[in-house]
């Protein structure tokens, strides 16, 4: 589910977007993607991509003052992804019927929690006990 969101979901927007294929968005970014794997923290990536964004891709710094850290901050999909994920799969092994409201309820949830979520890596699972009450 990750994969095919980061490949199809972002791969659409950056190409119909930003008209830039994925390799070369990857290439541009190695170093901050390098520092998000080994560290698993979307903070610690802020310093390393202020410094690849303006040598690389000629954005000023005044432009990405705001995205970059708010991009940090909200755009935290992936924990929000896989909580609702791990909802539906506890649910399924258990036999816990899930009708509409309750899937919109763990939608709900789990993007809020994901909103609320520290950056320590792991704390998603610790979230995930919200989205299940």
């Given at each position: 589910?990750?994969?095919?969101?980061?490949?199809?979901?972002?791969?659409?927007?950056?190409?119909?977007?930003?008209?830039?294929?994925?390799?070369?968005?990857?290439?541009?970014?190695?170093?901050?993607?390098?520092?998000?794997?080994?560290?698993?923290?979307?903070?610690?990536?802020?310093?390393?991509?202020?410094?690849?964004?303006?040598?690389?891709?000629?954005?000023?710094?005044?432009?990405?003052?705001?995205?970059?850290?708010?991009?940090?901050?909200?755009?935290?999909?992936?924990?929000?992804?896989?909580?609702?994920?791990?909802?539906?799969?506890?649910?399924q092994?258990?036999?816990?019927p899930?009708?509409?409201?309750?899937?919109?309820?763990?939608?709900?949830?789990?993007?809020?929690?994901?909103?609320?979520?520290?950056?320590?890596?792991?704390?998603?699972?610790?979230?995930?006990?919200?989205?299940?009450?």
């Amino acid at each position: 589910m990750l994969l095919f969101h980061l490949f199809l979901v972002h791969g659409l927007l950056l190409r119909c977007g930003a008209r830039l294929p994925f390799g070369q968005l990857v290439l541009r970014f190695r170093e901050a993607l390098l520092v998000a794997l080994g560290t698993s923290s979307r903070n610690a990536t802020l310093p390393v991509t202020f410094d690849v964004r303006p040598s690389r891709n000629g954005v000023s710094r005044s432009v990405a003052a705001l995205p970059i850290p708010l991009g940090a901050t909200i755009n935290i999909e992936g924990t929000a992804i896989i909580q609702r994920v791990a909802t539906v799969f506890v649910a399924q092994r258990y036999d816990v019927p899930l009708g509409w409201a309750t899937l919109l309820h763990v939608v709900a949830m789990a993007t809020l929690a994901s909103l609320g979520t520290a950056d320590v890596p792991g704390v998603g699972r610790e979230m995930l006990t919200m989205v299940f009450r």
